[in-house]
């Protein structure tokens, strides 16, 4: 029997050592878009702007003029100071007219104390209103009281009760309102001409109530300052005013 000798064992071969995987890096996210402080910030800086500071003239020292003269131009004229009117001195006997009251007797000056002060005034009575008024002497004007019209005034209101009368096309109470401001502006013209728009001859149509009263109270005032001027009663002065009225 043949005995076969042992083989010597072949060395070991170790397999080779794999290296461990590494992990996969994670994911980057997705960039951000910049916000608007981001985008501020990134932005380049302008330059710093120049800083205005106003100067204001000063009072003391006005800015000296730029340029030559100019030429001033006077527009309008020069127009002399008008003169203050002399005023109408009033004495006891006079007789007057006042706007809204008619005409009146002045009594004389007196002097009243009123708020701590003393006035001097016109102490003027009606005797038909049985009425007593007292006008300051400095408010005098202004309130309308004067003597009684010059003959050229008063024959000027009589060539007007001569025309024809002037009626507007307009609603009667606005007409009234003229002519009772016509009445007591004192004016013995524009009562005049109260008188002969509202006058009715024989063959016009009557007058209405309303229209009769302010005919009346015009007539009234204007045959008052008539028989005053002329020294008469005031019947006869009515008389002489119907006369112009119907010579027209």
Partial sequence: MKVEAAKPAAPKTEAPKQEAAKPAPPPKPPAAKPGLAEAQAAAPVPPPMPVLTKVEP???????????????????????PRQPSKPVEFKAGDHVVYPTHGVGTVQGIESM?????????????????????RVPVNKAA??????????????????TLKGRARIKRTMW???AQEYEAKINSGDPVAIAEVVRDLHRNAGQPDQSFSERQIYEQAMDRLAAELAAIDRTDKAAATTKLLDHLKAG
């Fill in 58 to 80: 000063s009072l003391s020292s006005p800015a000296p003029p730029v340029g030559p003269p100019l030429a001033r131009r006077d527009t309008h004229p020069s127009i002399p």
């Fill in 113 to 133: 104390s009123a708020a701590g002060l003393t006035l001097q005034v016109i102490v003027v009575t009606f005797d038909e209103n049985r009425m007593t008024l």
């Fill in 142 to 159: 202004s309130s309308g009281l004067r003597k009684l019209a010059a003959p050229d005034s008063m024959k000027e209101a009589l060539d």
């Fill in 173 to 175: 109470s606005r007409r």
